[in-house]
């Protein structure tokens, strides 16, 4: 899970813009990134707050006519689609939200928990269809009608198989976000509901203090703790 920017900022996952990348400046082994911010809002953002990038928190180091830079990290770089960004790269862009931000999609903290590939694409009346591979260990945090956050856009799952999710993306969400450019082998950043993720922890209870795994979550474990008959 991964987070650029140095405050705990939260969003929720209604895109605000489309933005371009103009340059990647490699620096030191990481990269500075500028954007062009499209029709995002400015107004109040000042140096040192949070933009989700395709669902990455960033923070702005530069602010300039219609422009914002980034320090991106060599890990967040390796373990989000940031990496294979180049000029001219869309991006989705939301500013972090504020207590007066009506909360239109899910709370979403701008970690990535892992990167999926869109599988296929198909039309359906006038949506769009996607079957998107999901890392195997997120499968267990992903649940039909659940919520999930796609390259920072908040969705609604529709289906699961394994660790295969589907998506039915209406034409607004396609018009207003990079989704519309999916196709198969695209790499889109994942983030799943933060519920998902706490209960998951809540249910170990004592024995999430033990260290030697992530979750020691099993069917035995459900059945001992009575979750399972």
Known sequence: MLQEARNAAMFTGIIQAIGQVQTLEPRGGDVRLTLSTGKLPLAGLVLGDSVAVNGVCLTAVNLAGGHFAADVSRET???????GLRPGSHVNLEKALTLATPLGGHLVSGHVDGVGEILERHQDARSWRFRVQAPAGLARYIAQKGSICVDGTSLTVNAVDGAVFELNIVPHTLAETIIGDYQAGTRVNLEVDLIARYLERLVLGDRAAESG????ISA???AEHGFLR
């Open 77 to 83: 770089l390796s373990l989000t689609t940031l990496g």
């Open 220 to 222: 035995a474990f459900l």
């Open 213 to 216: 795994g992530r979750s020691g």
